[in-house]
């Protein structure tokens, strides 16, 4: 299979007449894998653009460098666009196809934990740490992003559970109902976070309301 040069994508990676031709342009780039690493920052331009398509082959771009994107994205983790410090947790949470736990839709209960912790390249400790940082983020979705991914790998849980209550109380429905998922695989030791569930049983989002039942009783809240 020929590829095209990546010089020759780099053009149509700014394209902002022709959102196929963006979207065609990094699906091109990914087939070069880490050769596209000097294209990075305009690829996670790209993971914001208008056109979903275009956002999920950005991101997936990215997680498929493996621990190669981990340095850009340490780097955009002290950003000073929050949107940005967002979307590099999201991305260090998958990073080297480590995907995420999901939920069955119907159940509204998280299964449990994947002990394996993404390719990062570095002392996992490191990369921890820098969630456990952002728990204290002047925004809440940098937060909720951080305490996220504690909880995916089981670290700090009790000092995740104060982020998910806040989301519970200010997050948007879908928000609200990852906050009470990862609350109800945390357990007993977000007890703290009750009022907030029993609240969140009463919301308008059915699937938010039967997350944060199932919470209140793995956390044993009667």
């Known amino acids: 299979m020929n590829l095209q040069p ?40 790209l993971t914001f653009d208008p056109q979903a398509p275009i956002q999920d082959v950005s991101c997936a771009l990215i997680k498929g460098l493996d621990s190669a994107a981990v340095p850009f994205l340490l780097e955009r983790l002290n950003s000073e666009t929050p949107a940005h410090r967002q979307r590099a947790i999201e991305l260090l949470m998958e990073c080297g196809w480590r995907l995420c736990t999901t939920t069955m839709l119907v159940e509204q209960v998280l299964g449990e934990r994947d002990p394996v912790l993404p390719d990062w390249g570095r002392d996992p400790e490191t990369v921890i740490g820098l969630f456990h940082q952002r728990l204290s983020d002047p925004d809440i979705r940098v ?56 609240a969140a049983a009463d919301s308008d989002h059915g699937y938010t309301r039967l997350a944060a039942k199932n919470a209140i009783s793995s956390i044993g809240g009667g």
Do not use: M
Not at 19 to 25: D, E, P, Q, T, Y
Not at 144 to 159: H, K
Not at 164 to 188: C, M, P, S, Y
């Open 6 to 45: 990546p010089e020759d994508i780099s053009a149509q990676l700014s394209d902002d007449t022709d959102w196929l031709n963006r979207a065609i342009a990094v699906r091109n780039l990914k087939a070069h894998g880490k050769a596209a690493l000097p294209w990075l920052s305009r690829v996670f331009e």
């Open 143 to 198: 937060r909720f992003a951080s305490a996220s991914a504690l909880e995916e790998f089981g670290r700090y849980l009790p000092e995740t559970v104060h982020v998910f209550v806040e989301i519970l109380v200010h997050g948007t429905d879908h928000e609200q109902n990852w906050a009470a998922l990862r609350l109800g695989r945390i357990g007993k030791p977000a007890v703290d976070a009750c009022n907030a569930l029993r």
